[in-house]
């Protein structure tokens, strides 16, 4: 291709379609212009993810009504016993939150695996949700934390969306084109804690994640949550009753026989970066791996056989 066409396709190919733009200061006026707009508009919350979908042309808004400038959704506290997130809290923010590093450390931890801090610098806790990536971290964390999701609209007002509901398919969810996002809420909870990640490098995206929350009584598990990410067009939750764990001993070979029974139904992607098989051999050294950590920040470890091999 001569040098004047690549400049000319370059040009067309990475530069996004020309839109408007909109920045309002409160959540009102952002709902009005949703409302008023309908399918034309996208809501920019950060833009990690839809900047480059808009350069390379692969979304095509009219109008972006971005949130950035509205305060009132970038706040973090805690509310009779919940971990309240505005969708616009930074995920650098959050992660470095003494609130969330306190009473929500599977939180903590998994954002640390999000690109890297430029990008959580400006990356946002609701737009990743929002944008429902089959391999990003957070929402396969909401899963396994039992995050309630809260959408605004001007038509309908309020309501509140479990994320076992919220993720539809890839980069789909339960949001109306008129809603908004508004807050995540995540009950308080006790036990252990475990997410683990394999990437080609530090700052992809998984090939396959896990999240993992362990609640023991008298040294058997009274409650457990695994959710995965990579595995299939939206994360896989799984909790202990349906995966036979819960008055089980926390030991390595119920570990393992639960990640051999996800890893059996779990449909993932074969792409560049790894096979169907390969995704599901991950699994079946992730789970166990998350499990063991998990249960032994619950307070007691493995009972038969030790630690499992990295």
Same mark, same amino acid.
């Given at each position: 291709?001569? =040098?004047?066409?690549i400049a000319s396709y370059a040009a067309h190919a990475l530069k996004s379609a020309p839109f408007a733009y909109l920045a309002p200061l409160r959540l009102a006026d952002a709902l009005d212009h949703l409302a008023e707009l309908g399918e034309d508009a996208r809501v920019l919350a950060g833009g990690q993810s839809l900047i480059p979908l808009l350069a390379l042309r692969l979304a095509r808004p009219g109008v972006l009504v971005d949130l950035g400038r509205i305060a009132s959704l970038a706040e973090v506290q805690e509310r009779e016993g919940w971990l309240v997130l505005g969708s616009m809290?930074?995920?650098?923010q959050a992660e470095r939150s003494a609130l969330v590093a306190r009473?929500? =450390?599977l939180l903590g931890a998994a954002l640390r695996f999000i690109g890297h801090s430029a990008i959580r610098s400006r990356g946002t806790v609701g737009g990743s949700l929002a944008h429902a990536d089959p391999a990003a971290e957070l929402p396969a964390v909401a899963l396994a934390l039992q995050a309630e999701l809260v959408a605004q609209s001007k038509g309908r007002g309020e309501r509140t969306i479990a994320a076992l509901d919220f993720f539809l398919g890839p980069y789909t969810t339960a949001l109306a084109s008129d809603e908004i996002l508004t807050e995540i809420r995540i009950p308080s909870s006790?036990?252990?804690f475990s997410f683990q990640e394999v990437a080609r490098r530090h700052g992809d995206f998984a090939l396959v994640g896990v999240a993992a929350t362990v609640e023991l009584e008298r040294g058997r598990i009274k409650g457990c949550r695994v959710a995965l990410t990579g595995v299939s067009d939206r994360p896989v939750p799984g909790s202990g009753t349906e995966l036979g764990m819960v008055g089980e001993e926390p030991t390595p070979k119920l570990f393992r026989a639960v990640a051999q029974q996800l890893a059996a139904v779990v449909r993932p992607p074969s792409d560049l970066h790894g096979t169907a098989g390969y995704r599901r051999q991950l699994v079946s050294v992730l789970v166990p791996r998350a499990l063991e950590e998990?249960?032994?920040r619950a307070g007691v470890g493995p009972i038969d056989g030790g630690g499992l091999s990295p």
């Amino acid at each position: 291709m001569p =040098p004047n066409q690549i400049a000319s396709y370059a040009a067309h190919a990475l530069k996004s379609a020309p839109f408007a733009y909109l920045a309002p200061l409160r959540l009102a006026d952002a709902l009005d212009h949703l409302a008023e707009l309908g399918e034309d508009a996208r809501v920019l919350a950060g833009g990690q993810s839809l900047i480059p979908l808009l350069a390379l042309r692969l979304a095509r808004p009219g109008v972006l009504v971005d949130l950035g400038r509205i305060a009132s959704l970038a706040e973090v506290q805690e509310r009779e016993g919940w971990l309240v997130l505005g969708s616009m809290t930074r995920e650098l923010q959050a992660e470095r939150s003494a609130l969330v590093a306190r009473g929500w =450390p599977l939180l903590g931890a998994a954002l640390r695996f999000i690109g890297h801090s430029a990008i959580r610098s400006r990356g946002t806790v609701g737009g990743s949700l929002a944008h429902a990536d089959p391999a990003a971290e957070l929402p396969a964390v909401a899963l396994a934390l039992q995050a309630e999701l809260v959408a605004q609209s001007k038509g309908r007002g309020e309501r509140t969306i479990a994320a076992l509901d919220f993720f539809l398919g890839p980069y789909t969810t339960a949001l109306a084109s008129d809603e908004i996002l508004t807050e995540i809420r995540i009950p308080s909870s006790s036990g252990g804690f475990s997410f683990q990640e394999v990437a080609r490098r530090h700052g992809d995206f998984a090939l396959v994640g896990v999240a993992a929350t362990v609640e023991l009584e008298r040294g058997r598990i009274k409650g457990c949550r695994v959710a995965l990410t990579g595995v299939s067009d939206r994360p896989v939750p799984g909790s202990g009753t349906e995966l036979g764990m819960v008055g089980e001993e926390p030991t390595p070979k119920l570990f393992r026989a639960v990640a051999q029974q996800l890893a059996a139904v779990v449909r993932p992607p074969s792409d560049l970066h790894g096979t169907a098989g390969y995704r599901r051999q991950l699994v079946s050294v992730l789970v166990p791996r998350a499990l063991e950590e998990a249960s032994a920040r619950a307070g007691v470890g493995p009972i038969d056989g030790g630690g499992l091999s990295p």
